[in-house]
């Protein structure tokens, strides 16, 4: 089992920036890809940003140019860097990795942005 604990969420003016934090334990000795979703009430859960273990990022187009996703493989830490927020990105947004069979999901985390 893989654990998946997010930090750094919470409440940010239009224009602001706040970076999240997701720290894995457990069995993560055959993790790969890292990556945070985000999701509003009654919608999907969609996609925000990811990265290998080799460091190769995927982004969503609405947050490119605005969101840096990083990781330290040596701390098992994710890190989602979001700049230049919109009130379009209030969301819950849960941290992702996944070994060769499962997926994991963190607890989830709040951002939400003010105009």
């Known amino acids: 089992q893989v654990q998946l604990v997010e930090s750094g969420g919470g409440l940010v003016q239009a224009g602001g920036s706040l970076r999240l934090s997701c720290a894995a334990s457990g069995s993560i000795f055959n993790i790969g890809v890292m990556g945070w979703y985000r999701q509003a009430p009654g919608k999907q859960r969609e996609l925000v940003a990811t990265?290998?273990?080799?460091?190769?990022?995927s982004y969503a187009d609405s947050v490119k140019g605005r969101f840096t996703i990083s990781r330290d493989n040596a701390k098992n830490t994710v890190y989602l860097q979001m700049n230049s927020l919109k009130p379009e990105d209030t969301d819950v947004y849960y941290c992702?990795?996944?070994?060769?069979?499962?997926?994991?999901w963190g607890q989830g985390t709040q951002v939400t942005v003010s105009s």
């Open positions: 992702y990795t996944r070994s060769p069979y499962t997926a994991y």
């Open positions: 990265i290998t273990t080799g460091g190769t990022t």
